[in-house]
């Protein structure tokens, strides 16, 4: 029994040690630098808040961010519409349902940057091949190279991938509803959708708390698709913060001041976050 509380022990101690290697300190080094001119190389100075001062300012940083509301937005009510749905269907009585959802579930597996080089590719070849056959000059040419095309393919390839993870919590919230309480509103003539709006969505509503909030802060941060997809082009259309981040960061010799882009970042989603909790949370008790 000790040499088993030791060998926890040891592990707990490991990890905690990686964490701080990995995350904590780089998050602290982070913070730091976000107080100075520092390039990525080279000698630096402290410079107070300027880095944050410039940022409200600066038309890139803005409309990174503006792109990145707008895209987090829209792909959590398609996602959370969509995975409602396909997890009412799959909670069904039909057949092989077991096997549908594994095979549902298997995008979600795939990482970001493969799917996303799949669809560049779909993107950029089929579907332009395709729209040459029917004579569409929208989809003659590659959505990515639009700049008011592109964001909607990101939105579908990242909808796409994200609406396994979704339903697979919303057919969790279902299994946790009694039969007899339909059975009740059959007999009284509720229609399907009144025990849609009046049992299934109020009864799921932790669970639709859980997927907006975890929707809203993946696609807030989304990075692997817009990267293997557009790299934040055409002309910086698609550039999320993330993207942005990156880019500037370690290619643009502002790592200093990107990373007071980065700490504000946090601070966004961990305030949009709570905000959402709250709101949702009051909604839970009302219903």
Known sequence: MKNRNRFYLCITVAMIIVFILFHTIPLINGVIYSFTNFRGFGDFHFIALRNYKYLFTDSRVVNSYMFTFKFAIVATIIVNVLSLVFATALNSKIKFKTTLRGLYFLPNILGGLIVGYIFNYIFSFIIPSLGQVINSDVFSKSMLGNTSLAWIAVVIVASWQAIAFNTIIYISGLKTIPDDVYEASSIDGASKWQ?????????????????????????????????????????????????????????????????????????????????????????????
């Open 195 to 287: 025990q849609f709006k009046s049992i299934t969505f109020p009864l799921i509503a932790p669970f639709f708390t859980i997927n907006i909030v975890l929707c809203m802060k993946n696609f807030l941060m989304i990075f692997d698709q817009i990267m293997s997809l557009t790299g934040g082009g055409p002309a910086q259309s698609t550039e999320s913060i993330s993207m942005l981040i990156y880019n500037a960061g370690f290619g643009g010799n502002q790592f200093g001041y990107q990373s007071a882009n980065s700490v504000m970042y946090f601070i966004v989603i961990v305030a949009i976050s709570i905000f959402q909790v709250k709101i949702l949370e009051k909604r839970e008790v009302q219903l």
